[in-house]
């Protein structure tokens, strides 16, 4: 499967963004799909993800309450709404795609082997 997150921009504090990551590929719908976001000079962190089903969704502690993840099966499509923005929540934020995850692999970035280029958000204070 291909990935390929868009919608990232420049934003005010406390401002909304909604990131999309589109996917390539008939199997999409078996996937679970995550968002990690890496900011400089840190290393990359789990942010949220969704059942194939939509059925379960994961979130980081740092981001619950304020972002929703959701799916669009049928458009092959994974959005993340990400509301009352922080400027620690500035990074390039990549979209990944993994099968067969468990509830405590689901927040590993090692176990997605589908990875988006990133969209790059940034939060101005």
């Known amino acids: 499967v291909q990935l390929q997150a868009f919608g990232g921009g420049l934003v005010q504090a406390w401002g909304s963004l909604r990131l999309s990551c589109a996917a390539s590929?008939?199997?999409?719908?078996?996937?679970?799909m995550g968002w990690f976001r890496q900011a400089p000079g840190k290393e990359r962190e789990f942010v949220a993800a969704?059942?194939?089903?939509?059925?379960?969704?994961y979130y980081a502690d740092s981001v619950k309450g304020r972002c929703t993840i959701s799916r669009d099966n049928a458009k092959r499509t994974v959005y993340l709404q990400m509301n009352s923005l922080k400027p620690e929540d500035t990074a390039i934020y990549h979209c990944?795609?993994?099968?067969?995850?468990?509830?405590?692999?689901?927040?590993?970035?090692?176990?997605?082997?589908?990875w988006g280029q990133g969209t790059l958000v940034t939060v101005s204070s």
């Open positions: 590929g008939r199997t999409f719908n078996s996937y679970t």
């Open positions: 969704i059942r194939w089903n939509g059925a379960s969704t």
């Open positions: 990944a795609a993994g099968a067969n995850l468990i509830v405590t692999t689901t927040t590993m970035s090692r176990f997605y082997p589908y």
